[in-house]
């Protein structure tokens, strides 16, 4: 049951919005690289301490002459270069757990096949029994997605049409997709997904026409934490006003990069939100795990 004790420094709240700051899912992201923890002791720590999720981010590379700034600022962190596969991350952690979710955080859709890569989620999505969370995004290293041969001008487009046809995939026995990126005439591929009609698609991003994708082709959006912030509130009304006005369900709202601060989390939990990802830096096992652990001490306290 929920704890209905004060917090040191601050008076208890009451039962019900101690229950709603529970309601919202609390999960984890981390690079997980060659030289962290290994992506199986993760999950199986992150599920251990009753996480709802773990995502992994992706970049096949980064190139050594790059103009695009780090949107985070400053230099670029050394756990960009080193990420490991995220579909081979997950395909571990999901071996050495049983309810844990699988999030991507984000696939750089605009840097691989859509055949190819609906098969791979299909297939986790199957051998995990129906885990996956699959995020998405166009990405914002562009001399990074023009090596994979996407012009940046036409990324978001070339995300739209690779998730509409990877749907056609999973859902049609003889699947087929003609769009201005992605072209192929009816096909047989198995497996489709365990989760029908697919896993749920999480939209990263926060430029100016994120919410009319998200409205587009997906089911959520997961907006970073630290960006933006103080127009969240107006955004997530923004998305669910225009998704009742095209007579469509709501979307989701995951936070990736999320404050683990309890005021914080009663915020997210006014507004909604479904989960809230913790970021776990980049670090050996044991640091990782002492990370790990002091951040489900919100589960413990509200658990």
């Known amino acids: 049951m929920p704890s209905c004790h004060a917090r040191p420094g601050e008076a208890a709240r009451d039962l019900e919005t101690i229950s709603e700051v529970f309601a919202v899912k609390l999960g984890v992201v981390m690079f997980v690289t060659d030289e962290t923890i290994r992506p199986d002791l993760l999950g199986r720590a992150t599920e251990s301490y009753g996480f709802e999720s773990l ?6 590379h980064i190139p050594v002459d790059r103009q695009s700034p780090y949107p985070g600022g ?59 969370l699959f995020g998405v995004g166009a990405g914002w290293n562009r001399e990074e997605m023009r090596n994979h041969g996407t012009d940046p001008a036409t990324r978001f487009a070339v995300v739209s049409e690779r998730v509409k046809a990877m749907k056609a995939l999973w859902q049609e026995t003889e699947a087929s997709f003609h769009g201005d990126h992605v072209h192929f005439d009816a096909v ?8 029908s009609p697919h896993p ?23 907006p970073v934490g630290y960006r933006g912030s103080e127009t969240l509130p107006s955004r997530i009304a923004e998305l669910r006003s225009r998704a009742a006005e095209q007579g469509k369900r709501s979307p989701s709202v995951t ?10 989390l009663a915020s997210y939990a006014d507004l909604g939100v479904e989960r809230c ?9 044991e640091q990782a795990l002492d990370v790990l652990s002091a951040r489900a001490g919100l589960i413990r306290e509200f658990g």
Request: with cysteine; hydrophobic share 45%; net charge negative.
């Open 255 to 264: 936070i990736f990069g999320a404050s683990p601060d309890p005021e914080t």
């Open 55 to 60: 995502f992994v981010p992706e970049h096949t």
């Open 200 to 222: 749920p698609i999480l939209l990263g991003g926060g430029g100016p026409s994120v919410i009319s994708r998200v409205l587009d082709h997906a089911d959520g959006w997961m």
């Open 188 to 195: 047989w591929s198995w497996p489709k997904p365990h989760q």
């Open 277 to 285: 990802l913790f970021t776990i830096p980049s670090l050996p096992t």
């Open 74 to 132: 400053g230099e670029l962190p050394r756990e960009y270069c080193r990420t490991l596969d995220p579909f081979v991350s997950l395909t571990a952690a999901a071996v050495a757990t049983s309810e844990l979710r699988l999030g991507f955080g984000i696939c750089l859709l605009v840097e691989r096949d859509p055949i190819v890569t609906a098969k791979a989620v299909a297939s986790l999505d199957l051998l995990s029994a129906g885990r996956v």
